[in-house]
Nanobody
Framework: QVQLVESGGGLVQPGGSLRLSCAAS????????MGWYRQAPGKQRELVAT???????????NYGDSVQGRFTISRDNAKNTVYLQMNSLRPEDTAVYYC?????????????WGQGTQVTVSS
């Protein structure tokens, strides 16, 4: 099991920026994906952004349609940490943001989730 520690959430005005961080406790997979999902009240959890590490597709990123062009995901493999830079924030970005680590070993997938961090965009 991989433990995830999230930080960086908070209150920001529309148009502002925030950076989220997610640190994994250890690296036990040579191929894994880390990223962010979010869940607003009354809505399903949705993809924000992911980034892959290891293998031939290492570095591949994937973004949800609603954040494309505004959010950027990056990683520091030495620190087992991913970052989400969020710019041009909108009230509809308000949600609890969850970090996810998905390790791949053979045909098996191993998922770990963080506790979540609140992001509120409001004037």
């Amino acid at each position: 099991q991989v433990q995830l520690v999230e930080s960086g959430g908070g209150l920001v005005q529309p148009g502002g920026s925030l950076r989220l961080s997610c640190a994994a406790s250890r690296s036990i997979f040579s191929i894994y994906t880390m990223g962010w999902y979010r869940q607003a009240p009354g809505k399903q959890r949705e993809l924000v952004a992911t980034i892959r590490s290891g293998g031939v597709t290492g570095g591949t990123t994937n973004y949800g349609d609603s954040v494309q062009g505004r959010f950027t995901i990056s990683r520091d493999n030495a620190k087992n940490t991913v970052y989400l830079q969020m710019n041009s924030l909108r009230p509809e970005d308000t949600a609890v943001y969850y970090c996810k680590h998905q390790g791949l070993r053979g045909a098996n997938v191993y998922d770990s989730w963080g506790q979540g961090t609140q992001v509120t965009v409001s004037s």
